[in-house]
Each structure stands twice: as C-alpha cells, then as structure tokens.
C-alpha cells in the first residue's frame, strides 16, 4: 500500500530545508494523540507513554528523510511506536527481572492508581482483562478495537499474517468474554 498523495505532499515538504520544521510540526499534530492512545495502552503509565511518545517523533524526525512510502506514513509511524513499546516493554521487564504474573500485577497496580484515569468501574475492568492478555493479544486488541486498524494495516505494522492477526484477536475476545463472565 503506498503513500496517500498528503503523505507525498508532506514528505516533500520535509525534504525541503525551508519547510521541514513546518511539514514535521504538521505530521506531529496530526498523528500525536493517536500515537498516544497507542502507546498508553501498551505500556498503561502517562509518564512512560508521554516519554515513548518523545522517543517516538525523535527517531520519525530521525527517518523520516529514508521513508521510501512503500507503505502509508501512518503505518510506519505505528510500527515505530508499536516497536519501541515491545523494546520498552522488555527493557523493563529485564530491569525489573520479575515473572509474567508479577509483572501483570505492578501494571494492574499502576492502572488502579493512575490519577489520569478516570473511568468508570466497568472502563477500569475493561482495561484489567485487557492487561491479563498474553502481549501479543493485548497489541492486537488494542489496535484493533481502539485504533480501530483493518487487519492489512496490522499486518505490515507488525509483521504477522492476516490470519495470525484473527486468530490472536478471536483469541483475545474469547478472554476476555470469559473474564467478563467470570466476575
């Protein structure tokens, strides 16, 4: 899938030195808060996914000269964040060096005590069950339900079949349906 002609549009105007603050500060406005959601939903931490979101534009502002739009600006910009969540994520699981469930219980234990959320009980059990996923099917039910991403665009942002994708999502649902059944 290529560029849209607004993503050739602003890569031109990217490459060109007297409009480059300007096409990058446009690029930042029209993907930040989506990028954003993204990563909060990985990581769960306003700090850690207000930081990742730095890092993020940082590297894009890095690479984004060698974009050679074999795919859409949206989607590379996705697969940036969606990998420096997964090496964030595993950084920290390295630092921390505690087990899965551990783990699973210090991201429950943020959740519950983030003063940016403030959702309702159900919002707050939606995102436990969430957080009770296996990685793989918390990345693409978050992308998939929330990003509301067709399954094509998942699949050149993480490198995994269609098929896989269905699978790990239907495995999800069925989860979290249990969970939800459960309570």
Known sequence: MAESPDDQ??????RNPATKEAAFNEL??????????????????HDDADDLVQEIFIRIWKNLETFRGGSKLFTWIYRIATNECISFLKRKKMRNT??????????????????????????IKLQEAILRLPEKQRIVFNMRYFGELPYEELSEILGTSVGALKASYHHAVKKLEQYFTGL
């Open 9 to 14: 549009l602003l890569l031109e105007r990217f």
């Open 28 to 45: 930042v406005l029209a993907y930040q808060q989506r990028i954003y959601w993204h990563v909060r939903r990985m990581v769960i931490s």
């Open 98 to 123: 505690v087990s899965i469930d551990d783990e699973e219980n210090l991201l429950l234990e943020k959740l519950r005590e983030d003063p940016y959320i403030n959702g309702n009980d159900l919002q």
